[in-house]
């Protein structure tokens, strides 16, 4: 019953560092996404893929970069940290049919300082 | 491009006490709305959904929710809260169409907070 698993749970950056945030899933879906939340500002979709080998830009992707190159995971990569990346990230996948409920990871928190 | 708006940030009930949680979504021609609920320390997870049909959807938990298209809401609605109701929770809205859940908006979250 794992789900969404997410790693680390919480990490601390130095502005210009570099890190990768891991995302795996066990329920065979096609769909993958990475949010981010902030306070009071609900979820941004960051990138997204529809299946192995294919991503796509969301509403928020500047400073971030994906790939997928297996079903099960999707990981997101910061290059340059910047203060302004300071957020929750979230994983989350579906089954890909229209209205398939999101299922997420228990998130990662990211300061850049 | 379709926006969710929820109105209240917080909502503090007391226990047992009812409470609705607004939500209001812009106009298209067909909508799908959600309810997510964020416990502490968690992802969300899907509390409720309307796609067609009835406009009055349940939940396991005592929740129910009603689509207005009219009104364009969908609010949540409990009859008698439980501490562990406590949580945030967020409206989100796609149109009909091509797409799946990349083309979900998601509003800003209302947290909830059943006091004793």
């Known amino acids: 019953n794992a789900g969404v698993t997410q790693t680390p749970k919480f990490r601390i950056l130095k502005i210009g560092q570099s890190m990768t945030l891991q995302c795996t899933q066990d329920?065979?879906?096609?769909?993958m996404y990475w949010y981010r939340q902030d306070p009071g500002m609900g979820l941004k979709l960051i990138y997204y893929?529809?299946?192995?080998?294919?991503?796509d830009k969301g509403e928020v992707p500047n400073g971030y970069n994906v790939s997928r190159s297996t079903t099960e995971d999707f990981p997101l990569r910061l290059e340059l940290a910047a203060p302004s990346q300071t957020s929750v990230y979230f994983c989350?996948?579906?089954?890909?049919?229209?209205?398939?409920?999101?299922?997420f990871g228990n998130g990662t928190r990211l300061t850049v300082t | 491009a379709q926006s969710v708006t929820q109105l209240d940030s917080q909502v503090p009930v007391f226990e047992e006490a009812p409470v609705e949680l607004r939500c209001n979504y812009s106009?298209?021609?067909?909508?799908?709305l959600f309810w997510y609920v964020q416990y502490p320390n968690q992802g969300l997870q899907l509390l409720l959904k309307?796609?067609?049909?009835?406009?009055l959807v349940e939940s396991i938990n005592g929740f129910e929710a009603e689509f207005n298209k009219s009104q364009t809401s969908f609010h949540l609605r409990k009859p008698s809260v439980h501490i562990s109701d406590t949580a945030e929770y967020f409206c989100?809205?796609?149109?009909?169409?091509?797409?799946?859940?990349?083309?979900?908006?998601f509003g800003k979250g209302t947290k909830l907070t059943v006091n004793p």
């Open positions: 989350a996948s579906s089954s890909g049919t229209d209205n398939s409920p999101l299922h």
């Open positions: 329920m065979n879906h096609n769909y």
């Open positions: 893929s529809v299946g192995a080998g294919i991503t």
């Open positions: 106009s298209s021609v067909s909508v799908y």
């Open positions: 309307y796609l067609s049909g009835s406009t």
């Open positions: 989100a809205v796609r149109s009909g169409g091509q797409g799946g859940s990349e083309k979900l908006v």
